[in-house]
């Protein structure tokens, strides 16, 4: 049996000869045998047909491919290459897929849809960008990156070749293969090439496409654009080369057709400012617009068109000048056309009239004489051998010559546009490589082909057998490279019909040399041709025609009439016409023909010169013919693609309606067979078409091995026993190195094997299914008759039982009923006889329970009589026992309370505590006057010191600038080196050795201030024990009095013991009198440091947050600090300087003295309350009358100790005070004083008399107090010498005979209850002030509640959408009003910062003038000072350095910093500690130092970004940033910042800077880092999602079902010949485990981590989904089962990290669904709507598109049907109205550079600034903690 006998068996479809579909499918409908002269068909609507075969017949029809191969991407993976086949697969992929591109071998077939696709977006640009052809869906975008990626690979340049008739797409293909090129190559550099060659496309679509009968945007002329690259790969430029331009459209136009574009695009923008002087109209009213009739193109606004050309033309260069000039030549080129030439009356000569409007707007747009133009329109010049005449010419003559003319003119321009593009274009730099994209014409063929389509057609031969010889070397390479046998494949070869053109004397040949002729016609030239060509192959006659010739062309015959080829072929233009318009005064008609020579004309002109002149020598180019050049041009074409590596891209019509999406038979085939695809075809089926690696072949055809081969670790082996097995025939296929080759037909073949195996298994095991089936019924059967029987016998025996049982139930009812009706007589009788004994025996009863009531009622009566008589007994007895115990207990208290009475009269214990706690603050007090003396005497001491070293510094001064006077004299003489120099040296030791006795003595001091103390601290610590005891002594005299209480003496004894207690309280004011003395002395220490004036800077300026020990003027006396700042701002800051010091102990002077003034009115205020409550105290009065005169008198001599004091004081101030001034006045009044210590002086004196002024308001303001202190105090003690003095002389009377202790005693309480007692009211004041408050507050918040209660009513009753408005404009009013407080809080803030700052910088500055004016030494005692003053102790997080040790800070932390290094440390210890230097610069008050830092650490993180864009270092550095925004935050003091602080945390917190901005930069810097973290980590994992999400075999068992003739294409692959990186899913997700390990690791925030985890896993859906949408190979169900599979890893591994919670998990969802659409069923109207609702995150689009890529995995699987897809269609789109969604078109792929918005929460850090740790192995040693 043959190899036909088991191809054409029963049900095998073929494909038959149709006239209407050119092919049409049947199938067989019986077995074909040798020999039979019918084939049985029956065609697909059911009829039957004999289809005659044979010798004498047809030959055997096409067999049909499997329906597994229908659809394929590649036509040669057809297993039967033939046209019907690749009909039929063009036909299914474009109409029911909608797939417009489609491979055939190395040719990209494309069709054109007539209708806007979105499948040219940025987005699927990226997804082809990197992958190899045959990776992805077939498309333009594949074929650029093919040639982009070999001219990289192989360093040679590449050449795309677009072809195919008018309208079949080639300029869009075209375009959108160079915008490919300007996406992935862009420019290195900033020039924006890639913008400039985009741009040429409008330029050269406006004046070089038209609209035709075919095509509303034909391309009129050839053009091939080389892009060249450098070594980079990256556009450098580009160049532009046309061919043959449609010149003749210019002057005509066939019915429907137009002119080109950019006549109408002037004519439609004519009423536009700019092109007013052109006086265009309408395109109706110009001739060479209007022959089409028709101007205008649908959905095209020319208008609009124009602007987009001048875009272009501004964008490569071309300024509105010389557009201006390009649109006058356009305009004058249409005028020229509406000048009417009159014909005379002889009809041998024509006129224009000189009144011609168009003929004047002509000459004046191009800048001619009008005359001379109006004369040689209608004449021509001759010149014979002896003379030149001027002869006259017809009118017909001259409408040829001005068509001529105007069509002369655009070329011109056209090839000067095209210039100024490629100067625009031009590569400013080396180039190395270049791709160039060729769009030319196709094959054409009309009714009338002239001399235009004679040239296309010649172009298309050639360009046809550089392809058949490139498809043939491509073929015999790989041959070659699998080392196979092959012979010389039989291939049509075009070489004779191109020797017919252009061989010598061919048809190109015979047209010049008639073109030569002076009286050649169209006639004669045809004549040679008959003569000459007639026995060629190629070359036929016309049998009715003696005009035309037919050329048997690769494609089809075409018939070309001979009629006007000379005239095109001349292109005659006069040359009188010429020499005026180079006489042109616009200069870009001058330049277009004002070197004829250079610009290389393409067109031949009879030139006739005057005999009487000079000869001039030939123009050889001028000379040149149209063909003739053409022809040249076409041979440096095929040298330059011959010299490239050629793509091939066919473009393809499919209709002549220009219908979207509709396919016609005829159309298609008739292009295919003219473009070289089915020559491809013939070429790949003459070979070995289909090729399968030994892998694939042993994964699809191993059920039709045997058990022991597929074990076998051979595969090749076994594939090759397999086929030797199978095909018996060897020469069918041939064994390479890694692929098998077949011959057409035998994959289809083996298929048909392989589906007979899958029926016959299917068969045995439908028959074991079966079988078993039937088994089961049989059991079932026999089940069901036991379980009948069962049942039967069951019903019968039940059946008898029954009768049984009703027999026996009758007997016993008959038993029961008579033993009922003889019991029921018994029970009568027996209820008759209870009866009558019950009621016998009630009568008994009741008899008996009357007589035993009455005997109870008895008993009763007599029980309560005698309880009565014994209670009144008992009560009696009870009253007389009390009276006895009241008597004897009265005793027993008198004889106690005698004894209490002895005890309170004895005080002699508390007397000597009392004595020994005087002691003890005497000797205190003592102490504290010896500490003082000495430092004083310490003080003075220091004071000499000071002064006989600044004056010895003057000295020293004085006398170094005399020697550098002398000096400068000296060298001005010049005379050599003076003694002088000498002393000069011997000053500077005496100044140094100075300067060393200076700092001695600072050591000395602060030594010993350091012992003063700790001295003041060992006082503080006796102070409070004696406060303890005191506390003591208070308890025992609070027991004591209460006891006392109702003794008539404790009055004198609490008087005695508040008087006890006033010495005490005066002996605590004397040491906080002493304490206060000691901090005025360190002051005065600290601000003789500074005269003769006083100077701060901010370590020895205190504030409300300092812990120094002594008072300044700072901002915690904001009063005088405002009013010393004033008085400095008025009298400038060099000034108020000079007197700060004495400013400073006046105002302090001025402060004690208010204090005493204010407590002198407390005292007055306290008496007069007194005398005002006298009317409550009488009583209390007249019992401690004595006690307050006793106060009184003590109050009086403390008030007199303590005004001696000041006046002391105030003397020794004023001493001091007259010592500086007399100092102060001879330093002025020195003859060598500066002016400014003069000035100085004066303001000093000033500022002295207002503060003495001020001091003698506040004496009298003290001695105003005294005197009513006085007065009070007399008034009182009258009021109680009058009232009280009878009361008190009776109870001293009645006093004990122990009247000194009694009296102490009675003093000790009175004491007591006056202390208390001001206690008591001090609460009481206390308590009711904070009832106020508290009042106030609740007020308050009634009225809060009210105003709430208010809008919630009015909530209520509102509409929800009401409700909602309402509820916004509450929170915007709440938050309005927060606004507001808080920017009136910042205000006031930043006021009272600038105040300081302000005073900061005028005594930092006087302090820098007192440096420079000391020679360093004062500035040398300051910094000394501030280091003894802001000395820490314990550690507080700061961190100090010098500013010349920046750049080595900011190098070792960041430039050179290697994250590993930080491994087992705090993470972000960079941000840490940059922060803990910021913090310290902010202390010190240093502004510049916090700038600079910052600064160079966000310069040097953007360096070391930019230099390191790995990730590991990305994030560690997006870590530290933001642990320092967050830290700048977290110490920035704002109150929002602080709410999770700890206490220690808050005192961190930045003094003087707000760092706001800051926060911003380093805000915006961490964006930045972000988004290069998210392109680095995109960067890496993006080679492995396709591979490990998508290519990868996660599943084992599902790798044996890769579609049937899937054929890599070997050009594609790179060199490892690999189709991808191989990753798999594990590594995918050890590098995601990576990123987060390194993220955690370093210590980024979680919720940037999970922002970074969502952006990376939307990138793997992105660019999953796009491939997905892309690839027809994936669209299947074992790819969704693996595709899930992977995807639920995927979210596996979020759960495990933690990462689910971040919203990553969302982001899988598309690719999650669209894994669920592969795998649902697919066929029911009940699974659209499943799928419907399933596909929620798919637009419909995507869904779509899905749903016509889906492969069946065999043949067993059915194809989704086109009536369900448009089923899902009408459901999403009636959804998508439901929704109200947009109406825009949804994109089809998904934006892979699209991201999330970043959100940076703020996450304060638990860790304590001083718990940070620096390693040493940083080596940050110049770090000092501060």
Known sequence: MSMRDHLYTKYTRVWIPDAENVWQAAEIDRDFRQGDSTLRLRLEDGTALEYPVGPDGNPLPFLRNPDILVGENDLTALSYLHEAAVLHNLRVRFLESNHIYTYCGIVLVAINPYEELQIYGEEVINAYSGRNMGDMDPHIFAVAEEAYKQMARDDRNQSIIVSGESGAGKTVSAKYAMRFFATVGGSANDANVEEKVLASNPIMEAIGNAKTTRNDNSSRFGKYIEIGFNRSYHIIGANMRTYLLEKSRVVFQAEEERNYHIFYQLCAAASSPELRDLCLTSAEDFLYTSMGENIFIQGVSDADDLERTRQAFRLLGIKDGSQNAIFKVLAGILHLGNIEIYSEKDGESCHVSSDDVHLAHFCRLLGLEAPQMEHWLCHRKLATASETYVKNMSARQAANARDALAKHIYARLFDWIVARINAALRASSKQHYFIGVLDIYGFETFEVNSFEQFCINYANEKLQQQFNSHVFKLEQEEYIKEQIPWTLIDFHDNQPCIDLIEARLGVLDLLDEECKVPKGTDQNWAQKLYKRHEASPHFQKPRMSNTAFVIIHFADKVEYECAGFLEKNRDTVYDEQINILKASQLELVADLFGDQDAHGPKSAKVNLRPARSAPKPPNKEHRKTVGLQFRSSLHLLMETLNATTPHYVRCIKPNDDKEAFSFDSHRAVQQLRACGVLETIRISAAGYPSRWTYGDFFSRYRVLMRKADVSCPDKKLVCQRVLETLIKDADMFQLGKTKIFFRAGQVAYLEKLRADKFRSACITIQKTARGWLQRLRYQKIRKSVILLQRYGRGYLARRYAEYLRLTRAAVVCQKNYRMARERRDFLAVRRATVTIQAFARGMFTRRIYQEFLLHHKALIIQSCVRGWLQRLKYRRMRRAAVVLQCAYRRCRALRRFKVLKTEARSAEGLKKLNTGMENKIVQLQRKMDEQGKDYREQNDQLLRANTTLGTELSRVQQQLQQLQQQQQAHSQRGGADSPGQVELEALRTRLEEARVLKDETDGRHQNEKTQLIQRVAELEEENALLKSEKEELNQKLKQQSGRSSEDVGSALLRAEMDAERRRYQNLLKEYSRLEQRYDNLKEEVSLTKFQPGHHRNLSNQSTPESDSNYTSISTSEAGDADDALHLVEEMGVDKAAMDIGIFVKLQKRVRELERERKRLQDSVDKMEETARNKACEEEEAKILKSAAAEQEAADLAYNTLKREELESENLRLKNDLNELRRGVSERAADDDASKELREGYDILMSQLKAASEELDARKEEVVILRTQLASATQQRADAWDEEGADEVDANVAELPSDKSQALEVYRSVCQSNKHLERELQSQASQHAEEARELRAEVETLKEDVEKKQE????????????????????????????????????????????????????????????????????????????????????????????????????????????????????????????????????????????????????????????????????????????????????????????????????????????????????????????????????????????????????????????????????????????????????????????????????????????????????????????????????????????????????????????????????????????????????????????????????????????????????????????????????????????????????????????????????????????????????????????
């Open 1351 to 1826: 809008a919630l009513n009015y909530a209520t009753s509102l509409s929800p959408e009401a409700l909602l408005e309402y509820s916004v404009q509450l929170e915007i009013t709440r938050l309005t009003d927060d606004n507001l407080d808080l920017k009136e809080s910042v205000e006031k803030l930043e006021k009272n910062e600038r105040k300081l700052k302000k005073q900061l910088k005028i005594y930092m500055k006087k302090v820098q003038e007192l440096e420079a004016s000391r020679g360093g030494r004062g500035k040398a005692e300051l910094g000394r000072h501030v280091t003894l003053q802001r000395k820490e102790k314990d550690f507080e997080g700061m961190l100090e350095y010098d500013q010349e040790d920046e750049s080595l800070l900011i190098k070792t932390l960041i430039t050179d910093m290697n994250p590993n290094l930080l491994s087992g440390t705090v993470p972000c210890l960079p941000g840490y500690i940059l922060f803990m230097c910021i913090r310290h610069a902010d202390y010190v008050n240093d502004d510049r130092k916090v700038e600079s830092l910052l600064t160079a650490t966000i310069n040097a993180i953007k360096r070391a970004l930019k230099r390191n864009e790995d990730f590991e270092t990305t994030s560690f550095w997006l870590a530290n940033t933001s642990r320092l925004l967050h830290c700048l935050k977290q110490y920035s003091g704002d109150e929002a910042f602080m709410v999770q602080n700890t206490s220690k945390q808050n005192e961190h917190c930045l003094k003087n800077f707000d760092l706001a901005e800051y926060r911003q930069v380093l805000s915006d810097l961490s964006i930045q880092i972000y988004q290069q973290l998210i392109r680095v980590a995109e960067a890496t994992i993006q080679p492995m999602i396709v591979s490990a999400m998508l290519e990868s075999e996660s599943i084992p068992s599902l790798a044996g079902v890769k579609p049937a003739g899937y054929r890599d294409r070997s050009s594609s692959l790179d060199g490892d010949g690999g189709r991808g990186g191989g990753y798999t899913l594990p590594a995918l997700i050890r590098q995601l485990s990576r990123f987060h390990c390194a993220m955690r690791d370093h210590g980024l925030d979680p919720e940037i981590a999970g922002q970074v985890v969502r952006q990376l896993f939307r990138c793997v859906n992105a660019i999953t989904l796009n491939n997905i949408l892309l690839r027809k190979d994936v669209c299947s169900w074992s790819t969704g089962m693996q595709l899930r599979y992977n995807t639920s890893q995927m979210e596996e591994w979020l759960r495990a990290n933690g990462l689910y919670g971040t919203g990553a998990a969302q982001a899988l969802a598309p690719v999650i669904q669209a894994a669920q659409l592969l795998q649902v069923k697919k066929k029911s109207p009940e699974d659209a709507d499943a799928i419907c609702s399933l596909c929620t995150a798919l637009n419909p689009q995507q869904i779509v598109k899905i749903l016509n890529l889906y492969t069946p995995l065999n043949e067993f699987e059915e194809r989704v049907t086109v009536s369900f897809i448009r089923n899902i269609q009408k459901q999403l789109q009636e959804r998508g109205a439901a929704d109200g969604g947009d109406t825009a078109a949804p994109q089809l792929l998904v934006d892979t550079k699209q991201t999330f918005p970043l959100l940076f929460p703020y996450a304060p850090s638990s860790l304590g600034l001083e718990t940070v740790h620096i390693p040493a192995s940083l080596g940050l040693h110049f770090l000092v903690r501060v």
